[in-house]
């Protein structure tokens, strides 16, 4: 999956993304606390936080279903205020909960949203094969959505949102509930998308992994306010070294906080945790003189630990897990 | 061009639904025709009117039952679409309002009048008889009162967020439209504080104009009853698809 991790001599173009001072409060909870990015075609940038974070509420300022409390933005030129409707006509959004109708089957979900926006008369019927293929769906096209899964339910989504091409695509937790398989199709399929067709994408995330080995850059999101912004590698540069996770009894560790390539020190639990520069080289010492570890884990730093540097706590996947499933079993046959 | 597609997609949509839920047709056409045989047949049998039978009398009453049901209950399905969030799929589309209202109620009018149309054949068992005209003009007045019963229903659909609310809403004022309409009895010799309301109540002039093209029995001239009943259909309209230009 490394092929397309590594963000190498992309170019981006214009500013097609920008806000200033973008807020929203609901009552007295400030969902999204002030936010000022700007975001360039062809980039696939990401939202990355907990559930709660202000994620879902920028991108629905973003594509013009929630008003701003405070500041502005603009989107392909226009206010997202004031010019929504050529906002909207830039713009693709694949929702978070499912929003295709059951009654009526994959395919002809497709065609609906194909007819909604504009796709051309004689494109029609070889985006929808195409999106189908890539969502590996085409077997189960013709069978209405309500005996769909969850997965199978929210690849039609997906489908649905790459089927009109548009200038600036928003990913409400893509990947959220599917197989690694799945995941990976649709990662290669979105680095396509900004790489060759020029989209840009803005996908929201709590998946440390696909922040990491998808997007151009990564915007740490927290509490409503962004707390860091760069690409992957800048972000783990801040943490500075390697991680070495030491399983330990009695841990001596005033010596070791001495060593010049020893950055940070944390203990938790039965656990050393050490940020160490050039770890391959100095772990023989290190070890030496913490005493004796149970187990030894070096790993290069990830996102997970670049959050917890920022918050000073970690991204609970299970939070969001089944949210989308939930809703849609909840919606299903309801009728 | 995009906004006939998407005209055609809300259509295609709400036809192609329609078409899958047999029970709606069904459940819709259930009322009504308990109505027309159980209370028609049996008050018929020793009831006549206006030298008609009864039975016969209240079949364009029935009719207009049968729009005027299906019709506002299709504002029902605009409180599901927001519930399983289609709806928000439809709303971010590069679609003016006014499209999605126009598509809805197209989408509602076929409905409709496909099961007003099917009402109309079970006349043929009744011992109506019909006549090219008569049916194009009856189709009209069906068409004229489901446009505007539909957008009172997507109006009523569009403020509401439960169904069940929607139903609490749409009963209070589906019967008593339905009972003040004449469709069950001759609006001529009424008191008058039941001739003010049957006056003021639109849905009077359907089942007038269509007992009148029907029977030819009717209090009105046919061509003022479609003139009242297209004024009010073109008001429920504007009023709707304002109602939808604010809809978040």
Known sequence: MNDFSVATNRTFGEVVIETVGLAKKFGHLMAVDHISLSIREGEVFGLLGPNGAGK???????????????????????????ESDAVRRSIG???????????????????????????????????????LRLVDLQDRADS????????????????????????????????????????????????????????????TTHYMDEAEHLCDRVAIIDDGKIVALDTPDQLKQIIGGDIVRLKIKNPKLT???????????????????????????????????????ESVELRTPTLNDVFLHYTGHEIREADAEGGFFERAARSRSNR | MTELDGLYALWYREFKVFLREKSRIVSSLFTPLLWIVVFGGGLGSS???????????????????????SSVFFGLYIVWDKRIDFFKEVLVAPLSR?????????????????????????????????????????????????????SIGLIIGSFMESPEGFNLVVSFLVFPLFFLSGALFPIDNLPSWLRVFTTLNPVTYAVDGM????????????????GILGGFAAAMLVVGSVAFSRMK
């Open chain 2, 211 to 226: 007992r009148g093209a029907i029977l030819g029995i009717s209090a009105f001239p046919v061509m003022i009853d479609l």
């Open chain 2, 47 to 69: 009831v006549s009117l206006g030298g008609t039978n009864y039975q016969v009398f209240i079949f364009p009453g029935i009719l207009t039952m049968t729009v005027l049901f």
């Open chain 1, 56 to 82: 879902t509420t920028t991108l629905s300022m973003l594509a013009t279903l929630l008003k701003p409390t405070e500041g502005t933005a603009r989107v392909n030129k226009h206010d997202i205020v004031g």
């Open chain 2, 98 to 150: 006014l499209t999605i209202f126009a598509g809805k109620t197209l989408g509602g009018c076929t409905d409709a009048l496909i099961q007003g149309g099917l009402m109309l054949a079970f006349g043929v068992i009744l011992g109506v008889s019909y006549s090219v005209p008569m049916v194009v003009l009856v189709m009209i007045f069906m068409l004229v009162l489901a446009s505007a019963v539909v």
């Open chain 1, 144 to 203: 209405q959505v309500k005996v769909y899964s969850g997965g199978m339910r929210r690849r039609l989504e997906l489908a649905r949102g790459l089927l009109h091409r548009p200038k600036i695509l928003f990913l409400d937790e893509p990947t959220l509930g599917l197989d690694p398989q799945t995941r990976e199709h649709i990662w290669q399929y979105i680095r396509r998308l900004a790489d060759q067709e020029r989209v840009t994408v803005i996908l």
């Open chain 1, 93 to 131: 959004i694949v929702f978070q909960e499912p929003s295709s109708d059951d009654i009526l089957t994959g395919r002809e979900n497709l065609y609906l949203h194909a007819l909604m926006y504009g796709v051309e008369a004689n494109l029609r019927e070889q985006r929808i094969s195409e999106v």
């Open chain 1, 255 to 293: 010596p070791v906080k001495e060593l010049p390539y020893i950055v940070k020190v944390e203990q938790t639990g039965g656990f050393v945790m050490l940020t160490v520069k050039n770890s391959s080289v100095h772990l023989q010492e290190i070890l030496g003189l913490v005493g004796n570890a």
